[in-house]
Structures are given as C-alpha cells and as structure tokens.
C-alpha cells in the first residue's frame, strides 16, 4: 500500500513509534528514524535544533522527499512539584517545538497527497496529579495539529492521534484494569499504529485537522463516588 513512500518517524526506536515504523515497512514504504535511542538511521536529541537540521538535511539527501511526517517522541513526564524551568521547556521542545520544526523544514518537499499524523495524548484532555509537562507538550501537539491543517490545506493533511493507556509490552490484563475500558480491554500499539496508517492512506483523503482518541472509550466514561463500585479513597482518587 505505501511502496514507493518515505515515512519519517520521531520516536521510533521503541514503544508505539517502532510499531507504526513495522507497520510502515511492512507495507512497503521507506522509514527514516530519529530517536535517542540507539538505532538503525539516526540517533540525536530531537530537542536540538542542529540535530533536527541535520536529519532533515539526511533525509531528504537519501530520498529528495517526504510523504508523511509522525511525530511520536515523548516529552518527559515531571509534574509542578519537581519540574525545573529548563526540563519543563526541554518537554516543550521535544513535543511541540520538534514537531513544528520539522514540519517547517520537510514543508518544500513533501509529495502530493503528503500527511502529517501528531501522537498526542488522552491527557490533553485530562490529567493525574504531577504530570504539568508531559500534559503541556500534549495538548500543545493537538492545537499545532488544526493550526497547521489550516496552515497547510491542499498541500498536506495533518491529524492526531491521542492514545490512553497503551500497554507497548503487549501484556493482556484481566479484571479491573480491563473491565473499566468500555471496550473490554487495554490497548496496545498496534491499535495505534492501524489508526496512523490509515491517516495517511487515500481512504482517509478528506480528513485534516482531527484529533482521534484511541482509549477504549475510558474519557467518554463519567465516574461518580459509589457509582458501580466506583469509590473515593482518603488520597482523593478512585
């Protein structure tokens, strides 16, 4: 389906951005990689803006262009308590500032039918305690997505995905954990990978601007103190 294509993924040496890196190739396309993380086309910190240069720069050397652009690499989690000022902006830079950056430097080559899938997160729509800014970059992520949709209409489509709880080891639960997801069970990155995919193909040629949750329905759930089981211990949680 994507032979012939050039798919450039951030965050694909582990977790959800290898899965859509396996689906990818799985399918024919050609897969660029930048991670911190050790792998087989380009290790760098996304956070740089030289090291976001000199990727781009790779890429389009290897390949003269780009069909689809993920951007999958997480920021840090620290919450208000211990996040310092500068970690708090490297989490900005790694989730909203390299996404935006790349987008800017892949923007003059990429082909007809181009598309863009952001990964951002059920938390940019709710949070735990102590997670200010792994949250920030990822409700930051989902408005740079219909900013640039709009930015960019009749060149490149641009959509996110926003994952809930995503077991990357593939672990099948039982009981509570899988019971609360109205869907029956926790999801895992294939249901993540399947979605980008399908983003970039042709079939989803008049979607742009969206944000998809994938979450087992858990943020469609309203939950109430002593409503099916549901209780408020003493730390304030259920």
């Known amino acids: 389906m994507f032979q012939h294509k050039v798919v450039v ?4 040496a582990q977790g ?15 897969v660029c990689i930048i991670d911190r993380q050790e792998n087989s086309y380009f290790t760098g910190d996304l956070a740089e803006e030289a090291v976001l240069k000199d990727f781009a720069k790779k890429v389009i050397a290897e390949y003269g262009q780009v069909d ?6 997480l920021p840090l989690t620290k919450g208000i308590a211990e996040c310092s000022y500068e970690e708090f902006n490297y989490a900005l830079r790694v989730g ?3 996404p935006f950056y790349l987008t800017k430097l892949f923007l003059p080559y990429f082909s007809s039918g ?12 709710m949070s735990q305690p102590q997670t200010e800014s792994y949250t920030a970059a990822k409700g930051g992520i989902a408005a740079l997505t219909h900013a640039l949709a709009v930015s960019l209409r009749g060149k490149v ?3 996110s995905i926003s994952p809930g709880w995503i077991d990357t080891a ?14 029956g069970r926790v999801g895992n990155p294939l249901d993540i990978a399947n979605m980008a995919l399908y983003l970039c ?11 998809i949750c994938i979450d087992g329905g858990m943020t469609r759930q309203m939950i109430y103190h002593d409503d099916f089981g549901w209780t408020l211990n003493g730390g304030g949680g259920v």
């Open 9 to 12: 993924i951030t965050g694909g």
């Open 16 to 30: 959800i951005g290898k899965c859509i890196a396996e689906e990818f190739k799985k399918n024919g396309a050609a």
């Open 68 to 73: 689809y652009l993920i951007n999958n690499a």
């Open 96 to 98: 909203v500032t390299a």
């Open 114 to 125: 181009g598309a863009i899938v952001n990964i951002s997160s059920s938390r940019d729509r």
């Open 157 to 159: 489509r641009v959509n």
């Open 170 to 183: 593939y672990t099948e639960y039982a009981g509570a954990d899988a019971l609360q997801h109205p869907a």
């Open 201 to 211: 193909s042709d079939k989803a040629g008049f979607i742009t601007g969206e944000n």
